[in-house]
């Protein structure tokens, strides 16, 4: 608590989103608490279908969390073991720790260098007879390249399953993530851009054989009880969560536009300060902002006089997949992925949520500008 006091702006506010939405989401988690409708029954039902048609999709199978959606899809979609599957050299684990546990084998892709998401370019090159997927990521909350993507594809007889978890309604040539793959996956951990009281995630596809299979493996391998059609996993979204996403949702559209203004005003507030460059948004993309990601050269150092200064902020993420300890055994070097390999020690995650206050911004904003004053600059 004694170092919250001390924190001028906080990288999100869970709290003050809470408080914008108190009267409905006590009533809706005291009616949840009241029909003790905790597992499956009508309060994931409708929050499957509300999360369904706002992306524009027929069918939405909803489970306990993002990484798990991904594991299913890859599971439905009968990955064998030496299946290849592509993913970005940049993401957050579950995009490819859920490819080994399908069974399948991770190939890494560099990222573009600008909008982080995977290099299009490059991703031909990584197929052989044995890939099966591409899973691009909209990191961010910016779309990946999918016209690129799906062509390659298309070519190649590949499934995509887009990793939608950092860019819910984000478009690409105004057609929104999630509805140009096989299957979407989404994350609705706390701090997402819809964000649950714990965890959540769910699949979105316009297959429905697809969805069905989604659907009974995330359910012990059988869409009712004691029908075990295969054997599958324990992997349910709580109807405390559906609760809390139903009454959220309604709101994600305003909430993403908030976004998108807070990263107007970012743009503004950051213009010409020396060293730091801001989130490039390629044509025909709307980036939804999950994180706002600018790069520094000194970027631990602005970090530290950020802290100093109050101000939280997040590396998102500081060391690209293909260098962690986990994924070792590739002995991967840095050149195969410069792209990600620069980044990872340049970018920096500054505060943006839909509730932060005009003072808020200009507070990052001065302190940015006071980092890349002359004294730090020859420091
Ligand atoms: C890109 C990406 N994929 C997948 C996930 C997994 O989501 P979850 O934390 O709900 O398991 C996350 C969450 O951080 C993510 O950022």
Sequence with gaps: ?????????????????????????????????????????????????????????????????????????????????????????????????????????????????????????????????????????????????????????????????????????????????????????????????????????????????????????ARHGGLSKGDHQIEGINSRLDGLQAAVLSVKLPHLVAWTARRQQLAADYAKGLSGIAGIRLPIVAPDRTHVYHLYVIRHEQRDSLAHHLRGLGIQTVINYPVALPFLPAYSRFAHRSEEFPNAHTNQSRILSLPIFPEMTADQMSAVADAVRSFAAPANISA
């Design 1 to 217: 608590m004694k170092d919250n006091l001390k924190v001028a702006v906080p990288f999100a506010d869970l709290y003050a989103q809470y408080l914008t939405l108190k009267p409905d989401m006590d009533a809706a988690v005291a009616g949840v608490i009241q029909s003790s409708a905790f597992i499956r029954g009508p309060y994931v039902q409708k929050f499957e279908s509300e999360f369904a048609a706002i992306n524009g999709v027929p069918h939405c199978v909803s489970c306990a969390n993002g990484t798990d959606s991904l594991y299913i899809a890859m599971r439905a979609l009968g990955v064998q073991p030496g299946d290849e599957v592509i993913a970005p050299a940049h993401s957050w684990i579950s995009t490819t720790e859920t490819i080994t546990q399908a069974g399948g084998k991770v190939v890494f892709c560099d990222t573009d260098a600008d909008t982080f998401t995977i290099d299009t370019q490059q991703v031909e090159t990584k197929i052989t007879p044995r890939t099966v997927g591409i899973i691009p990521v909209h990191l961010f909350g910016q779309p990946a390249d999918m016209d690129a993507i799906m062509a390659i594809a298309a070519k190649h007889k590949l499934w995509v399953i887009e990793d939608c978890a950092q860019a819910h309604l984000a478009t690409y040539r105004g057609r929104r993530v999630g509805t140009f793959g096989t299957a979407a996956s989404f994350s609705f951990y706390p701090g997402k851009k819809l964000g649950a009281m714990g965890d959540a995630g769910a699949i979105v596809t316009a297959d429905a054989n697809l969805a069905e299979r989604m659907g009974m493996l």
